[in-house]
């Protein structure tokens, strides 16, 4: 799958439609701490993982969160899960991503998501912060 040619939206819908029928957790630890292959990919790939598990889970938030060289990674809904974080190269990316999608330049913003899916279209909320040392990024995802 070429993704060079894709925008940042597209390659996002795009990955969670190929990633759709597998166990995303497992796909998600096997990621854990590597930095093999194309870091774009990889950052678009953690992303779609770490939202179809949180769909999933029928879970109300996907938080990403990095402080200095420390990164978590969490699903809350009815209790918490943490997950494998990425890399902070994939952290950086991802984070990069969103802004992108989302045209968010500034160090905070709040805005829609509509993620196109196979099986139809989700609406999700998403904010970033950053600031000296930290940044954060969460998806907050409708009743499903």
């Not at 497992?26 to 590597?34: D, E, P």
Request: with cysteine.
């Amino acid at each position: 799958m070429d993704l060079s040619e894709r925008n940042d939206h597209l390659k996002l819908q795009e990955m969670c439609d190929c990633y759709l029928e597998t166990n995303f957790l497992k796909q998600l630890k096997g990621m854990s701490g590597t930095e093999s292959g194309d870091p774009e990919e990889n950052a678009v790939k953690y992303l779609a993982l770490a939202i179809m598990f949180t769909i999933s889970e029928k879970a109300k938030k996907l938080s990403l969160k990095k402080k200095g060289d420390k990164l978590s990674a969490k699903v809350t809904g009815d209790e918490e899960i943490t997950l494998p974080p990425p890399s902070i190269e994939q952290f950086n990316r991802i984070a990069a991503i969103m802004r992108a999608i989302l045209h968010i330049e500034k160090d905070e913003g709040r805005l829609p998501l509509a993620l196109g899916l196979r099986s139809g279209d989700l609406e999700l909320l998403v904010e970033v912060s950053r600031g000296q040392d930290k940044e954060t990024l969460k998806i907050k995802f409708p009743d499903l």
